[in-house]
């Protein structure tokens, strides 16, 4: 997968020389390596701290304009982070494809 740790493995095996292929099922409609929901959390708490909502409410602002502010700025810091990773990945030269797969032995995968 291409989550933190299945990232943090690939980049690591290929600078070690080793043949690595990230297969992860993420979605079309999704920046590819933006992370499990983990990042998601971050990304929200991250945008939640950036909004001040007693101004913007004194300002004339309804609840539901503050949120989509901050569900706008957490989809950037996730469409960011995973740009950011798919360009690690692809200075390592690490293919990678979008679907799943299974493990069946040393060497065989399905």
Do not use: C, Y
């Not at 493995?9 to 979605?27: E, Q």
């Not at 569900?71 to 950011?84: A, F, I, P």
């Amino acid at each position: 997968g291409a989550g933190p740790t299945g990232l943090t493995a690939a980049l690591k095996a290929a600078n070690f020389g080793r043949s690595v292929l990230i297969v992860d099922a993420t979605p079309k409609r999704q920046v590819q390596f933006t992370g499990p929901t983990g990042l998601f959390s971050k990304a929200l708490r991250d945008s939640a701290k950036k909004v001040d909502v007693i101004t913007l409410r004194n300002m004339g602002l309804r609840d539901v304009t503050v949120w989509r502010q901050v569900k706008e700025m957490t989809s950037d810091v996730m469409r960011n982070t995973g740009l950011s990773n798919l360009k690690a990945v692809q200075l390592g030269r690490i293919p990678h494809l979008r679907g799943t797969a299974r493990l069946l032995g040393q060497g065989r995968v399905q």
